[in-house]
């Protein structure tokens, strides 16, 4: 089977092609059925409705929606394999009772508390510090489990040498302390990532690294095979290829699928092939509109534009350069956009900026012609360019002498902004708060 691929897709469908009895470890972080505003990863306000309105049917739809997915996942999990759902109290007992349905109760291992501490509002019930991990394996018998530990503090191991310290006569010696330290048990105090965390990267839902190194450790051995198939901005596959397992991600959008691929780049994986991206215009046309504008950036290793400059009409950046480009998921873009965009450049200190869109009116090229006799030069770049010949868009946008790519490794990694708003604060909004 391949592995080191992240598949742009459906898990469900992208389940359904996996060979049964093949992966040892699956961790899947689903969208919660609370978390409403998970999709407004770099979005708006429009993105934290369309996310309410997939759950229309309620708890029921949503646990159906998992079940159809979970049977996939047994299909495919060895029978020495082990599967982790991450859930939060909204859901976790409605997931336990449909999984436990279809592992059988008997394969339940563990309800994991992962407790954290967080900044929290006013509230009029017991702040909520946890998130519940629930592990089942296919066949409990057989299940790859490696005990993990955590080292003794100095005053523990204290406690403990004077407590186990046994005198016989002359003789003075200690009694079962484990070397290791002291046996995992299932609730695990794992920090969240802050804001000054050095391996955040702005993805809303993003796990800890240290989280998913003690779910691959203890359930999957070196050259084991790890998915995650709602891999997000990739953490469990990161983790299992810095413990030297192989891994495979599916995710159903390409702005994460990006984001991991060069993540796992990032810690050393030489290759990663992203398999299912959108390569037609027809693919693009169908993408949601921020997704579209991720991709677009993504394809011309651009930066992501902060919010401040996205309400200026900019919505990203050239590689090198760092001249402003506005992207239109439209087609005949007319004078008006190159007119307002005209002033945006002007605004943003520069001399040359880029519209890419699908298709342009004629006025829109007389427009970017009047604009140069006046020193602004406004270029205006195709999808149909970006797929056909991305070589000289590169060199138009200076990103490129020769036209060849620039190394992925060289593309920046997405910058945290503080100005944008966080998903808390757009939820709030849309709900009229703020
Ligand atoms: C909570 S996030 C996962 C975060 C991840 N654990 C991390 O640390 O980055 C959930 C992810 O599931 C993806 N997703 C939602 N529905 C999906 C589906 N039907 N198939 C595949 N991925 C899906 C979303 O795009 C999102 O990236």
Not at 244 to 259: E, V
Not at 354 to 370: G, L, M, P, Q, W
């Given at each position: 089977?391949?592995?080191?691929?992240?598949?742009?897709?459906?898990?469900?469908?992208?389940?359904?092609?996996?060979?049964?009895?093949?992966?040892?470890?699956?961790?899947?972080d689903p969208p919660f059925f609370s978390n409403r505003h998970y999709e407004v990863i770099w979005g708006?306000?429009?993105e934290v409705?369309s996310f309410e309105?997939r759950w229309?049917?309620?708890?029921?739809?949503?646990?159906?929606?998992?079940?159809?997915?979970?049977?996939?996942?047994?299909?495919?999990?060895?029978?020495?394999?082990?599967?982790?759902?991450?859930?939060d109290?909204?859901?976790?007992?409605?997931?336990?009772?449909?999984?436990?349905?279809?592992?059988?109760?008997?394969?339940?291992?563990?309800?994991?508390?992962?407790?954290?501490?967080?900044?929290?509002?006013?509230?009029?019930?017991?702040?909520?510090?946890?998130?519940?991990?629930?592990?089942?394996?296919?066949?409990?018998?057989?299940?790859?489990?490696?005990?993990?530990?955590?080292?003794?503090?100095?005053?523990?191991?204290?406690?403990?040498?004077?407590?186990?310290?046994?005198?016989?006569?002359?003789?003075?010696?200690?009694?079962?302390?484990?070397?290791?330290?002291?046996?995992?048990?299932?609730?695990?105090?794992?920090?969240?990532?802050?804001?000054?965390?050095?391996?955040?990267?702005?993805y809303p839902t993003q796990?800890?690294?240290?989280?998913?190194?003690?779910?691959?450790?203890?359930?999957?051995?070196?050259?084991?095979?790890?998915?995650?198939?709602f891999?997000g901005c990739?953490?469990?596959?990161?983790?299992?290829?810095?413990?030297?397992?192989?891994?495979?991600?599916?995710?159903i959008s390409?702005?994460a699928?990006?984001?991991?691929?060069?993540?796992?780049?990032?810690?050393?994986?030489?290759?990663?092939?992203?398999?299912?991206?959108?390569?037609?215009?027809?693919?693009?046309?169908?993408?949601?509109?921020?997704?579209?504008?991720?991709?677009?950036?993504?394809?011309?290793?651009?930066?992501?534009?902060?919010?401040?400059?996205?309400?200026?009409?900019?919505?990203?950046?050239?590689?090198?350069?760092?001249?402003?480009?506005?992207?239109?998921?439209?087609?005949?873009?007319?004078?008006?956009?190159?007119?307002?965009?005209?002033?945006?450049?002007?605004?943003?200190?520069?001399?040359?900026?880029?519209?890419?869109?699908?298709?342009?009116?004629?006025?829109?090229?007389?427009?970017?012609?009047?604009?140069?006799?006046?020193?602004?030069?406004?270029?205006?770049?195709?999808?149909?360019?970006?797929?056909?010949?991305?070589?000289?868009?590169?060199?138009?946008?200076?990103?490129?002498?020769?036209?060849?790519?620039?190394?992925?490794?060289?593309?920046?990694?997405?910058?945290?902004?503080?100005?944008?708003?966080?998903a808390e604060?757009l939820v709030?909004?849309?709900?009229?708060?703020?």
């Amino acid at each position: 089977m391949d592995t080191g691929v992240i598949y742009c897709d459906d898990n469900r469908q992208r389940l359904g092609h996996l060979p049964a009895n093949s992966v040892d470890l699956i961790y899947l972080d689903p969208p919660f059925f609370s978390n409403r505003h998970y999709e407004v990863i770099w979005g708006d306000e429009a993105e934290v409705r369309s996310f309410e309105d997939r759950w229309e049917g309620g708890i029921y739809h949503y646990i159906e929606w998992m079940k159809e997915r979970i049977f996939e996942m047994k299909r495919v999990l060895k029978p020495t394999g082990s599967l982790y759902l991450h859930c939060d109290s909204h859901a976790s007992h409605y997931l336990k009772v449909m999984v436990d349905d279809v592992f059988g109760q008997e394969n339940f291992r563990n309800e994991i508390i992962w407790r954290y501490r967080r900044w929290t509002g006013a509230s009029r019930s017991f702040l909520r510090m946890h998130d519940t991990i629930l592990f089942y394996a296919k066949d409990a018998d057989q299940a790859t489990f490696n005990r993990q530990f955590t080292p003794y503090t100095e005053a523990s191991l204290a406690r403990k040498q004077s407590y186990h310290t046994r005198i016989k006569g002359d003789d003075v010696y200690v009694t079962s302390i484990n070397p290791k330290g002291v046996a995992e048990n299932d609730v695990w105090e794992i920090q969240l990532l802050n804001s000054q965390s050095r391996e955040r990267l702005g993805y809303p839902t993003q796990k800890p690294e240290a989280l998913l190194e003690r779910i691959v450790k203890a359930s999957s051995n070196p050259g084991d095979i790890v998915l995650d198939p709602f891999a997000g901005c990739g953490t469990a596959l990161v983790v299992a290829h810095r413990f030297n397992r192989q891994w495979i991600g599916i995710d159903i959008s390409p702005t994460a699928c990006n984001l991991m691929r060069r993540r796992i780049m990032k810690v050393g994986a030489l290759e990663v092939r992203l398999v299912g991206m959108p390569t037609t215009m027809d693919d693009l046309r169908a993408l949601k509109p921020f997704e579209f504008q991720n991709w677009i950036v993504d394809r011309v290793n651009g930066i992501q534009s902060n919010r401040k400059s996205g309400d200026m009409g900019i919505d990203g950046w050239t590689f090198f350069l760092h001249e402003p480009v506005q992207i239109k998921q439209s087609e005949g873009v007319g004078r008006n956009v190159i007119d307002n965009f005209e002033t945006a450049v002007e605004r943003a200190g520069k001399k040359r900026g880029f519209v890419i869109a699908f298709s342009y009116t004629k006025n829109s090229h007389e427009e970017t012609a009047r604009a140069r006799r006046g020193g602004m030069d406004i270029q205006l770049v195709t999808v149909e360019d970006l797929l056909e010949r991305l070589d000289e868009v590169f060199v138009r946008m200076g990103t490129s002498a020769t036209g060849a790519l620039p190394g992925l490794e060289a593309a920046p990694m997405p910058q945290i902004d503080s100005k944008r708003r966080s998903a808390e604060e757009l939820v709030k909004s849309d709900e009229g708060r703020a």
